[in-house]
Every structure is written in structure tokens, then in C-alpha cells.
């Protein structure tokens, strides 16, 4: 590993101010960036760890609730207000990692997850995300775990994340400062796919800090489920994951969401798939053909193909279980 | 001599100083002015090395560089055949393979230099299948790709197939397996004119790095010192792999003058170093109406990547055990080792076995399947017995019944009662399907054929000064319970405490060489030893007048310390004389392939998920007859470890291959099983003891790798009806399958023979 200068910041317009200076690094859990710094993909000179900013409440806003950017994620999955009404969120934390993982790693740290496309972690090869106009190998290369939506010619890293496939089912918003002041990025905006630029993954700027998240309550968070589809029961990333809301009245669906994981350059919203299932009764003839409009214009390679076939089935299959469980 | 150690579940002897964070492995050790060492490895598969050129930005003045031309002696890992290049010069026939090597105080600008290193290679057409192999598409070694090609040839298989019911052909894969031991490659190497070359390193075989380093170095045993430190994990895959790193450490050192540590990382140690051979085989099986195999013939390919290292060794072992333990009279196989463009592949627990016995149990089934008789039964109908002849003509001496072992084990896997659950449940709605499956199988102790013989190992034991025992031997502890066992068996044959024994370090300096541990070889052969130096030992201490019978342990370290008090040392050694029956035959295979063989019956129950084509193993039962049991809870340890590692085999890991170099070299790609996918596994021992082991020991090292493949991928034919023809069965095999509704007559084709 590269040396490097470590400091700790208390308070939040420091940590801001340490921010604008070249090569800061922020620190939170640090369960990505240590293994990147490992790696060699990251090289930061100076790491500002973020770990003692009052940042960590969980709390309840309104109807909804608020998570501090540095809670953690096993915080976040056992807190009673979440556990109970955004069942969605908690499953797919637990489903997540490892619980030594989980007790370090942090909401905003999750939400800021990079891949983990080996030619991305392997600084010995191309990548169009670590060296722009590098290539990427990945597109002919051993490419089982990348992305099958949201692909671009210069990039098919998958997202890795399942919190977030979870908070944008639920209409999250993320909250950011910055030099200039606060302001609020939904879900849907926060990732962004890689087209042509493939190093920018969010809507953050530099030198921004997540500062919290806040979801909302709807009419369809409590009845939500997260399934996640790997190579083994845990410490694996999904291959394939779904989270799914709906809202059932009168033996109709008025509000759904389907949210994908696993297999897309982002978490990926599939607005054909809940268009599918909204004005039906919830049957499995929908749920199935909720997943075969959820993978609409998926990009299939050599060895992620089996994905499209597995994505369909993963939806289905939560929807399945969210009616058999309510 | 009475029992006191040898069967109960002593503290091991290594345990304190590993749980307490003393035990020191290679990178806990430091040297003054030691310096890191990395390796330029090539990224193509196969050309001719044209140059190599130091690239810019790097203070290449700082750095020792080391290629081919600073070899002082043969440019060889001594092995076998000697084809196997310490650093390329000239040729490349691998991605991966050693082309220089670099060496900097600083391991980050280390790195920084290794990625400088430009090498021009004109890339020659590479060889990436057996099939491609066996066609020559390109001839990439000798003059048709071929290591090795051995037969076995037994009774008339002509006319067994002429006069057989049915004939059922299979074809079956094995893909590679990473040993993924917790601790990577490592060593660190010293040079010094008058003492020569010394390594420190995780090994399994020290006196095989020391015969690689005389021809390297041109010099003398005594100048080429060994020292094992603590290991952690070896599984084969610290066998030979351990001579090119060391070797390379050593070239670096003589260059640099000073220690070199060399430790590779997780994905160079994936892509770069030894891993399981992958296996083709095509079984065609002579069958009567009821169920007998009255023919076999074999044909079994093992990949042995670009260089011939222990191929044929893994070939004979894999042939041995092709035909399984049964009685079969007329069986002809054919084994071939061929060449490809991939880095080699070497000794890996099971060593051959487990790829030849997950074709045949594999077809067992699929025969049963064609002819509607259940898996326990076609196997009861085709069992060896004790004085019938095994493949190579070699009677059953042991005292083994395979029915009442096949009996015990599916009695406490409830076979019965699941057969009938599932039946029921799999016809009711819903995606998860279970099913249960079984091998029945045998495992030779020890270097096969004259192999022990050649060997000739040694063991010593000395008194300490202060009157303990201390064991001498090459035989290495990683992890696996070599010097518990060792402590056990010496205490019982000098009938004195497990405290009184030491087990020394293993250091060629220091210790005769009592072989490889390796070829689950350590208990029987070399705890015999152990056992019969000991017991030298004692004589001569009661002979001095130093000792009376009966004496307590107190009593025997006081004359052990009052006799090296007296005559300056105490010693006793034993050399391995082969047992006097043992007649084998390397050129026809014939004769008696092994002293002895562990026999077992597995059982796996699984659920496939036919939504997601996800297989589980839900419950497994091992059950083996071992001879004697020396220590419960190790040699449990050891079955539970090795099915651990034979579902990840079968099911979870897939190594992927990109023109001969392994693509998901790191944990997050490659993946094995973590605890949680794995069921209970309850390893169940009969014990037939071995008249030439320690106790009647036979070895278990490798058996539980040899039985969880076919059991497992049998008990998805259960489950869902489909035979899977090659592991890793991961959910894309299966889908494959499913989708393609691989039934008998896809796997395994059948031709009912006519009657004229």
C-alpha cells in the first residue's frame, strides 16, 4: 500500500474544508476504500476520517425516517422503526456482506460503493472507470458478475450494492452538503450509468459529504421484500437481486415498485416491469410478466447471460414471496 | 506395548502457540537488511520471449534484477522430467510463467517496477483443451502432447462386450480446483558463499526445494539448507509449487546479497501457482441385465498444463483408482497426461482419484437408472471381496465388507426414509426439489507401486538433554495433525506421557528425510517409523541399565537424561522396508498398486431450487473404514475438511479459463463455500486394522476429497432426474442441463446388445 497521511475530523465545515485539497480520500467504514487502497486502485496522499462527525442517528422525520450517512448498516437493518416498516431495506442490508462487515460499514459508504469488476480492481489492466480511454476488457473479457442494463460501450461494471436497490424501491432521498450548502439528491438521480464517462458513478460532486438519507412513508413500504440470488449463502454479491413494493387494495395493485440488483450499471428501477403489475390483482401471471418486462433491453455477454433468464425469475420469485408473506 | 495415547483426542501440539498468535509463519519473519522480492510473470500463453526491456520511470539502479542468465546452474525445477524452466528463457509456455525477477526494500515501488517490465513475445498458437491436446490443433510438448500414457489391462474386455446385455457410455468432466490454503505461497532465502543457500518458508516438502536447489545452484546438499516454519494449509499445493519459489527467492539473494522474501498475494497466487488437474473421461461399461458390470473400459485424460511436474504420478494414481472397488473381471483403461498452454497443474488432495471415481460413480447411476436398479444396488451386486482382484490384479487383503459399510451408511443417512419423503414431496408444487445420492469408494495409502520402496524413508527419535523425546522427521505439520499424531504414536510405543514428546522442526540440517507429506502417507508409513524408532530407542535405554520395566514417565525422562548425560546423545532411527507381499509391476500396472486401501461410503442429500438452479447440500454422511483411529477428533477434522473441499469441488468452485490463464483469480469470483452452505457432516469410522500401519492406521488424507462429487451430482439425478456430466455443477451446469433435459440418453448413451 501506498503511505499515506491519516487525520480525523469532529466537525462537518472541516472536514468540508479538507475536502477541496488533491488527493483526500474520505474514511468511513472503510470496507471499500482500505481494500482499493490494498489493491493499489486507490492511492490517496491524505485519508480524512469522517468516523467522529455526528452523523449516525437513526431517527423519525415526519412519517418517514432519517439515517445518519454514518450509521451503520447492521445499525440500520436492526433499528426498530426500519425492521418494521421498511422491511425491504433491512433484509437487504442482512443480506449483505459478512456481520464483521456490516458493523463497519456505513450507510453513505454503501451508497458510494465501487464495483467490483476485477479488471476495475486489478490495476495491471484497462479500465475505462480507473484510466479513461484505457478500454475495457471486461466486454470480451470473463464477465459473469457484470452488468446485463444500463451498459454502455465503455463500461458494464455491475453496482454491488443491495442497500441501495433497497432505498430506491422506497423513494429515498440523499442529502449532501457541500461548499455550497445542503441540498437533497432522490435515489433515482444519486447513481448515474456510466455512458461514456464511466469514472462518475453519482451525482456527488467533490468535496460534497453525504450528510443523511431520508425515506419516506408510502403506501407501499411496509409491504416490501428484498431476494438476493448468489454464488453462496453469504459473504457473496448478488447475481441477481430484486426489491419489491406494492400496494394491494381491493384485491388490485395501485402503486408497485421493482427495483433491480445484480445486474445493472446502477441500481436499476424497472418502470416497465411495475407498470406490469399497477390496475391487476396481484397473480403469478402478472408477477411473471413483471420480470420478463423487467429485463427489457438487457445486453447479454458471454458469461453473464444466464442473468436475463435469472432476473425475470428473481422478480417473480419476490413478488411471489411478498404475497405469500402478507 | 498398550494404548494410552493412540486413540483419544490429545490437545495438539501446535494449538497453544496458533491460538495464542505465537506460532510464526514466513511473513512474521524478518531479517536484517532482508529485502522483497516480486516476479515478472508473462501474459501470454504461448511464444518466443524476444526481449525484455526495464520501462521508464523507475530507479531500476535501486532494483536486483534476476533473469535466466544469472542461473548458476541448470535452468530446471528438478522434478521428474526436468522440462520445467526455473525462469523462461527464450520460450514462453504459459500465461503466468517466471520470466524475471525483482527485488527493493520497498515493496510499493516493487510493484510500481513489476508493471514497468515490458517483455516482446511473438505469441506461437496455444493448446487450451484435452481435446485440443489430443487432436495436436498445435504440438506444444515432446511430439503429441502427451506427459505420460499408461494402461491397465485385466481379464478378456473384447469378449465382455460382445457378450454383455447392455452397453452404457458416459462421458464426464471435472473442471480445475484452487487449494486456497489460508496462507499464500511464501518464503524468504539467504545466500551466503560458505553456507550456500538457506530457505525459510510454508512447505509441505522440504527435501523436494532442497533436490531443487542442488542442480539450480550447482552445489551440494550441504549447501542447500530447508527450514519448514509454521503452515498454513497445504492441500498438495505447497508439494512442488514451493521449489519455484524458493528457487527464485534463492536467485535473488545470491544477486542481491541479502535475504529476499518473496510472499505472493491472493490473485498471484491463484493465477500463477499449481491447481487441481482437470479430467475428461469416457466410461463404457459391459452390462448384464441384473445389474453386473462385466466390462470396463476407460478412458481417462487428465490436463497437465504446460509442463510435465507430477503429471504422471496424479495419472497413475488416477487410473488406479478408476475402476473403483469393485470386482469388475475384464477392464481395460487407458490413461493419458497431456500438455496444454496453462500454468501446471499439480498435486491437489486426492491426487487424480477424485476425477476418475466422480466418472465412474457417476455412471454407476446412470447404468442403474437405464436398468431400474436403485443406486445402493448396483453397487452391492458389483462389490470386490476380500480375495478377490482389484484392477491391477491386486487381492483384497483387507478385511473389508463393502455391504455392511454401504449398510451403516445409509442407515444413518436414513436413505430409506428419504427416498420415500422425497418421492412425495418433489411431485407437490413448488421450485425446490431434494434428492440423496451416493458413492462408494476406496483410497490407496501412500506413494503407489514401488514408490515407498524408492523412497526408503527415514525417521529418527533423540533424547533431549533434559531427557525428553523429540521426533526427527521431514514430515511436515500444516495443519492437518502430523505432530500430535507423531507425539501420540512415539508416547505409546516408549509408554511414557504426551508431554515427554517433542516433534523437531522440520530442517534439513537437522532431520533425515522421511519423504513428502504427502499421498495420505504421513500416519501409516511414516508413523510407522515414528513407532519403530521409538521403540529402538527404548531397547537401547532398558539395555544401558539406565531403565527397568515397569517404569513411570518420571522415570524414563530420568534415565533419558542420565543416559545423554553418560554417552553424549541418544538416537534411533528406522528405514521403511516395504511389506514383503507387495509385488508391482511399472511397466503393465499390475500387482499390488498400494499396501493398503481406506474404503468408504458417502452419502449427500440435496434441494435444487429449479427456479434459481441452485443445488444444496442439505446433509452428508461420510463414513470410512480407516484401519484405526489414532486421533478422534483430528481425523474427523480431516473428513469434515475434505468434504468441505469436495462440495466446494462439485458444486460452488469454477475456475474460468482465458487462453490458459485462470480469469477469477481472487475469493471474490472464485468461489467457495463458506460455512453456512455447508451441512452438517457427520463423519462415521470403522476400524480393520492394517498390520503394517501404526495401530493398524491406514491414511485419510485424501479420501473424503474422492466420494462428495458423485454423491452429490448423483443425488441431483434424484432430485430432478437430470445427469449432470461435469463439475463444478454451479446453477449455470444445471441450467444447462435442465434446459436441455439431459436425461440418460444424453449423458450416457446406451446400445442393448443383439443376440444372434
Not at chain 2, 476425477?355 to 448396483?378: C, N, V
Amino acid at each position: 500500500m501506498k503511505p499515506f497521511a491519516y487525520s480525523r475530523e469532529t466537525g462537518l465545515d472541516h472536514a468540508l474544508a479538507r475536502g477541496k485539497e488533491d488527493g483526500v480520500r474520505y474514511l468511513a467504514g472503510g470496507t471499500t476504500l482500505i481494500d482499493l487502497m490494498r489493491l493499489g486502485v486507490e492511492e490517496p496522499s491524505t485519508v480524512v476520517d469522517l468516523r467522529a462527525l455526528p452523523l449516525r442517528d437513526i431517527k423519525a422525520d415526519g412519517d418517514g425516517v432519517q439515517i445518519g450517512a454514518l450509521a451503520t448498516n447492521t445499525e440500520v437493518a436492526y433499528h426498530p422503526l426500519i425492521a418494521k416498516a421498511y422491511p425491504v431495506l433491512s433484509e437487504a442490508l442482512l443480506s449483505g456482506a459478512s456481520p464483521q462487515l456490516r458493523n463497519m460499514a456505513s450507510v453513505g459508504g454503501n451508497l458510494l460503493q465501487r464495483t467490483r469488476c476485477s479488471y476495475f480492481r486489478d490495476p495491471s489492466s484497462p479500465c475505462n472507470k480507473r484510466m479513461a480511454g484505457s478500454g475495457c476488457p471486461a466486454l470480451d473479457g470473463y464477465n459473469r458478475s457484470n452488468a446485463i442494463l444500463g451498459v454502455s460501450s465503455s463500461c458494464i461494471a455491475t453496482h454491488p450494492s443491495d442497500m441501495a436497490v433497497a432505498l430506491l424501491a422506497l423513494d429515498a432521498v440523499v442529502h449532501v452538503r457541500g461548499g455550497g450548502g445542503e441540498r437533497a439528491v432522490p435515489m433515482g438521480d444519486f447513481h448515474v450509468a456510466p455512458g461514456s464517462t464511466p469514472a462518475v458513478e453519482t451525482a456527488l460532486q467533490k468535496g460534497e459529504i453525504i450528510t443523511h438519507v431520508t425515506v419516506p412513508a408510502s403506501p407501499f413500504a411496509q409491504r416490501s421484500h428484498y431476494v438476493k440470488v448468489r454464488d453462496r449463502a453469504s459473504y457473496a454479491f448478488a447475481l441477481s437481486s430484486a426489491a419489491v413494493a406494492l400496494d394491494v387494495s381491493g384485491g388490485v395493485v395501485k402503486s408497485a415498485r421493482v427495483v433491480l440488483g445484480g445486474v445493472a450499471t446502477k441500481p436499476w428501477r424497472a418502470t416497465e416491469a411495475e407498470a406490469e403489475l399497477v390496475g391487476k390483482p396481484p397473480t403469478s401471471m402478472s408477477f411473471d410478466a413483471a420480470g420478463a418486462a423487467a429485463v427489457r433491453g438487457a445486453v447479454p455477454r458471454t458469461h453473464n447471460a444466464f442473468k436475463v433468464e435469472l432476473a425475470k425469475r428473481t422478480v417473480a420469485r419476490a413478488l411471489r414471496d411478498l404475497v405469500g408473506k402478507a | 506395548m498398550k494404548n494410552r495415547l493412540i486413540g483419544t483426542s490429545v490437545p495438539r501440539k501446535e494449538a497453544f502457540d496458533k491460538v495464542t498468535g505465537r506460532a510464526r509463519y514466513v511473513d512474521d519473519v524478518s531479517f536484517p537488511g532482508m529485502i522483497y522480492g516480486t516476479t515478472v510473470r508473462s501474459k501470454v500463453a504461448r511464444g518466443r520471449l524476444r526481449g525484455i526491456a526495464l520501462g521508464p520511470g523507475i530507479p531500476w539502479d535501486e532494483f536486483v534484477v534476476v533473469t535466466a542468465k544469472d542461473i548458476p546452474g541448470i535452468n530446471a525445477i528438478h522434478l521428474i522430467n526436468d522440462d520445467q524452466p526455473c525462469l523462461a528463457d527464450g520460450v514462453i509456455n504459459h500465461p503466468e510463467e517466471p520470466v524475471v525477477l525483482l527485488a527493493h526494500p520497498d515493496k510499493h515501488l516493487l510493484e510500481k517496477a513489476r508493471q514497468a517490465v515490458v517483455l516482446d513475445i511473438d505469441e506461437l498458437p496455444a493448446v487450451h483443451s484435452i481435446e485440443d491436446a489430443l487432436a495436436k490443433t498445435a504440438v506444444v510438448w515432446g511430439e503429441d502432447n502427451i506427459f505420460k500414457r499408461y494402461t491397465i489391462e485385466k481379464g478378456d474386455i473384447a469378449e465382455a462386450f460382445a457378450n454383455a446385455d447392455v452397453i452404457l457410455e458416459g462421458h464426464y468432466e471435472t473442471g480445475a480446483q484452487e487449494q486456497l490454503y489460508i496462507e499464500n505461497n511464501g518464503v524468504i532465502a539467504s545466500y551466503s558463499e560458505e553456507a550456500g543457500v538457506t530457505i525459510w518458508g510454508s512447505l509441505q516438502c522440504p527435501y523436494y526445494i532442497q533436490k531443487a536447489l542442488i542442480p539450480l545452484f550447482g552445489v551440494g546438499p550441504e549447501r542447500a539448507r530447508v527450514i519448514q516454519l509454521e503452515t498454513g494449509g497445504g492441500f498438495g499445493g505447497k508439494e512442488e509449487y514451493p521449489s519455484m519459489i524458493a528457487s527464485h527467492a534463492a536467485l535473488l539473494a545470491k544477486k542481491a546479497g541479502v535475504p529476499v522474501k518473496i510472499i505472493y498475494d491472493r490473485a498471484e497466487d491463484m493465477a500463477a501457482t499449481t491447481k487441481r488437474h482437470p479430467s475428461r473421461t469416457v466410461v463404457r461399461a459391459a452390462v448384464m441385465r441384473d445389474g453386473t458390470v462385466v466390462g470396463l473400459d476407460i478412458d481417462f485424460a487428465i490436463d497437465g498444463g504446460a509442463y510435465s511436474t507430477l503429471s504422471q504420478v496424479v495419472l497413475s494414481r488416477g487410473l488406479i483408482h478408476a475402476a473403483g472397488p469393485y470386482s469388475c473381471p475384464n477392464v481395460h483403461i487407458l490413461g493419458r497426461a497431456v500438455a496444454t498452454n496453462s500454468p501446471p497443474h499439480g498435486a491437489f488432495r486426492g491426487f487424480g482419484a477424485p476425477q476418475s471415481i466422480f466418472a465412474l460413480e457417476r455412471h454407476l447411476d446412470e447404468i442403474g437408472k437405464y436398468l431400474g436398479i436403485a443406486p445402493d444396488e448396483i453397487r452391492r451386486r458389483n462389490f470386490v471381496k476380500p480375495g478377490q482382484t482389484l484392477a491391477t490384479g491386486q487381492v483384497v487383503r483387507d478385511d473389508v465388507d463393502m455391504n455392511v459399510l454401504l449398510d451403516r451408511a445409509l442407515e444413518a443417512a436414513g436413505w430409506g426414509d428419504k427416498k420415500a419423503r422425497f418421492a412425495v414431496e418433489n411431485r407437490e408444487e413448488g421450485s425446490v426439489k431434494r434428492g440423496i445420492g451416493l458413492a462408494t469408494f476406496l483410497h490407496g495409502t501412500g506413494f503407489t507401486g514401488s514408490g515407498e520402496k524408492f523412497l526408503a524413508s527415514i525417521v529418527g527419535v533423540e533424547a533431549t538433554a533434559d531427557g525428553h523425546v523429540r521426533v526427527l522427521a521431514a514430515s511436515t505439520e500444516i495443519g492437518q495433525g502430523t505432530n500430535t499424531i507423531f507425539a501420540q504414536i512415539a508416547g505409546d510405543a516408549l509408554g511414557v506421557d504426551y508431554d515427554v514428546i517433542q516433534v523437531g522442526q522440520p530442517d534439513t540440517a537437522f532431520v533425515p528425510n522421511s519423504g513428502p507429506t504427502v499421498a495420505s502417507r504421513t500416519c501409516t508409513i511414516v508413523g510407522k517409523l515414528v513407532e519403530t524408532a521409538a521403540l529402538g530407542l527404548r531397547q537401547t535405554l532398558l539395555g544401558s541399565g539406565l531403565l527397568e520395566e515397569p517404569y513411570s514417565s518420571e522415570q524414563f525422562v530420568k534415565a533419558c537424561s542420565a543416559y545423554v548425560a553418560r554417552s553424549g546423545e541418544l538416537r534411533a532411527y528406522a528405514e521403511y522396508k516395504q511389506p514383503p507381499y507387495i509385488k508391482w509391476d511399472e511397466d503393465t500396472f499390475k500387482g499390488d498398486a498400494y499396501g493398503a486401501y481406506s474404503w468408504a461410503v458417502y452419502v449427500a442429500s440435496v434441494k435444487v431450487d429449479t427456479l434459481t438452479y441452485e443445488a444444496t447440500v442439505e446433509d452428508f454422511v461420510a463414513l470410512q473404514e480407516v484401519g484405526k483411529v489414532i486421533h478422534p477428533t483430528l481425523a474427523a477434522g480431516q473428513i469434515e475438511g475434505g468434504v468441505a473441499q469436495g462440495i466446494g469441488w462439485a458444486l460452488y468452485e469454477n475456475v474460468v479459463w482465458k487462453n490458459g490463464r485462470m480469469a477469477n483469480d481472487r475469493m471474490t469470483d472464485y468461489i467457495m463455500p463458506t460455512s453456512v452452505d455447508l451441512p452438517p457432516i457427520r463423519a462415521l469410522f470403522a476400524e480393520s486394522p492394517y498390520s503394517y500401519g501404526p495401530s493398524g492406521a491406514k491414511g485419510i488424507g485424501e479420501l473424503p476429497m474422492d466420494g462428495p462429487g458423485p454423491a452429490i451430482v448423483n443425488a441431483i439425478l434424484d432430485a430432478v432426474g437430470i445427469g449432470i456430466p461435469r463439475i463444478p455443477a454451479t446453477p449455470e451446469v444445471v441450467m444447462e442441463a435442465y434446459l436441455a433435459n439431459t436425461s440418460v440418453t444424453r449423458v450416457c448413451r446406451a446400445t442393448e446388445v443383439a443376440r444372434g
